[in-house]
């Protein structure tokens, strides 16, 4: 393995992202609209895997996405993201989004997603291989492990579908 191909730990990839919320994210009844809170999920996520990369990525799947909680307009909205596992060429990503009261400070869980991402060579645009995670946590190896469970059951579900 080459010194560019170690094993990284996922901290690495770790990403932070706040916005507040305004009125043109908004719809008619001044709750965020899911696709803006799916933006900037995709937008998190694709930092934290281009990060792990070390170069261009792109988006190949999403799982389900559950909205929780509503966004007002007004209230700060916070993004957490990291690379869970990676494998040969792809990787996933988990993002956990929050909503914060800004008078009480408290956070209300807005929704979870788990996005999936390859890593393109620059020049050719073809997928490349890219570092596996080494977790050093506990809560690192739970969700390394639980990722590798979701990776199997995607490409299980993948090969019903190309069968039916």
């Known amino acids: 393995m080459s010194q560019d191909l170690e094993a990284v730990p996922s901290s690495r990839s770790y990403v932070e992202m706040t ?3 305004m009125p043109n994210d908004a719809n008619p009844l001044g709750n965020c609209m899911g696709g803006r809170v799916m933006h900037w999920i995709d ?3 694709a930092i934290a895997a281009g990060r792990h990369a070390r170069g261009p990525v792109v988006t190949a799947s999403v799982d ?3 909205f929780l909680h509503p966004v007002k307009v007004g209230s700060v909205i916070v993004l957490k993201a ?3 596992y990676a494998h040969r060429t792809s990787m996933e990503c988990g993002v956990k989004v929050w909503t914060e009261d800004r008078t009480t400070r408290r956070l209300y869980h807005v929704a979870s997603a788990y996005l999936t991402f ?3 060579d620059r020049e050719t645009g073809r997928p490349r291989p890219i570092p596996e995670i080494a977790p050093e946590t506990e809560e690192e190896v739970r969700r390394f492990e639980e990722a590798k469970r979701r990776r199997a059951a995607r490409l299980a579900h ?3 579908d190309a069968g039916g």
């Open 19 to 21: 916005e507040i919320v």
């Open 43 to 45: 937008v998190a996520a």
């Open 64 to 66: 389900q996405l559950d």
């Open 82 to 84: 990291a690379v869970n």
């Open 118 to 120: 390859v890593a393109l």
């Open 158 to 160: 993948r090969a019903g």
